[in-house]
């Protein structure tokens, strides 16, 4: 079997990209010094975020899937059932396919409020904003999750891998 880099590691260094990538975005556009703060701050949603989580954690829990989507987490420190690592596998898949429908339920009723107030265009940039936000949000957990399904994909071929050699 190869040797892994824990999921913990990629997640800490797809942090570190990301928060680079950010910032230089933000110096680019926004310049350095103090108006980096500013331009932070514009990029805090709170409502979007919660949106998505709100939609995230109930499906979750009704679904049973709660602890196989903790457990894509942890493989590669521990040692799990091919049944195991399957559930994990689905729990991520499913997590992946909710927070589109999250950013894309938000993203339209940003539109709908966007058309429904287009008379007044003061409204225009503050909920386009929003709608996109929402998209940057669904896109970074996203950006977090890729590599956590194909570790557990990974995993999954390594020990059905190993199982055919020992049969």
């Not at 040797?3 to 260094?13: A, C, E, P």
Request: glycine letters at 6%; proline letters at 2%; one cysteine or more.
């Amino acid at each position: 079997m190869k040797r892994k880099i824990s999921v913990g590691t990629v997640l800490l260094l797809e942090a570190l990209v990301l928060i680079f990538v950010l910032v230089f975005n933000l110096c680019i556009s926004w310049g350095f010094g103090d108006n980096i703060l500013h331009a932070f701050s514009f990029l805090l949603d709170l409502p979007s975020i919660l949106l998505i989580l709100m939609m995230v954690a109930p499906a979750l829990l009704v679904s049973g899937m709660g602890k196989d989507f903790l457990r894509a987490f942890s493989v590669g420190k521990k040692d799990y059932t091919l049944r195991e690592l399957k559930r994990s596998l689905e729990a991520v898949s499913t997590v992946q396919k909710i927070i589109f429908c999250a950013a894309a339920i938000s993203g339209m009723i940003a539109l709908v409020t966007i058309l429904y107030q287009i008379s007044d265009i003061s409204y225009l940039g503050p909920c386009m904003a929003v709608a996109g936000l929402v998209v940057l949000y669904a896109a970074i957990l996203e950006f977090f999750l890729i590599p956590v399904k194909a570790n557990v994909q990974n995993t999954i071929t390594d020990l059905m891998d190993v199982e055919d050699e020992e049969a």
